[in-house]
């Protein structure tokens, strides 16, 4: 009986050829849906963006009612133009991104809203702009900061780069704000 150099149960070399190719492309591909996933700092990021700017917008929109003060309510107007624009291209980022985002203050917002909308007059214009104009820039400009630095999804860290200078002015106009209040 002739002796066969091949068996049945052994694999071909064709076959183990193909077999390395498909693992080599499956990992590639799973890669690939790994790289293309934000990580858990990104989703924070846009969770705490989205808290941020939506708190920012809410308090604003107060103080455009509530204050008498032209400085104010000029400040009041451009912060919630300019954090409206970001708060919808950040949706936008988030939803491009399959990440959802709250368009509400939190919690912890939401009780700093109440207390600063107890406040009238004086009191309402100096707090609005020590709280939401310079101590929540202060946060923003840090968040923002970090994540232009941190952020592993390449359009996660691009829309933080390119926010962050808007921030920057803001917390520069909420200081000669609180300044000019304080006179």
Known sequence: MPISTTSSRTPSLKS???GAAVALLSGIAINSIAAAAPGAYDKRFLSKAAD???TEIAASK?????SSNGEVKQFADAMVTAHTTVADALKQLASSKQIEVSDQP???HKAQLDRLGRLEGQAFDRE???TIGVAAHKEAV???TDASQKASDPDIKAFATKTLP??????EM??????ALAK
């Open 166 to 171: 808007a921030l920057q002015h803001h917390l």
């Open 142 to 144: 840090k968040l923002f």
């Open 128 to 130: 609005y702009a020590a």
């Open 62 to 66: 107060v103080a455009q009612s509530k």
């Open 174 to 179: 909420a200081h000669a704000l609180q300044a």
């Open 16 to 18: 183990v050829a193909i």
């Open 106 to 108: 939190a919690a912890k």
């Open 52 to 54: 941020a700017g939506s």
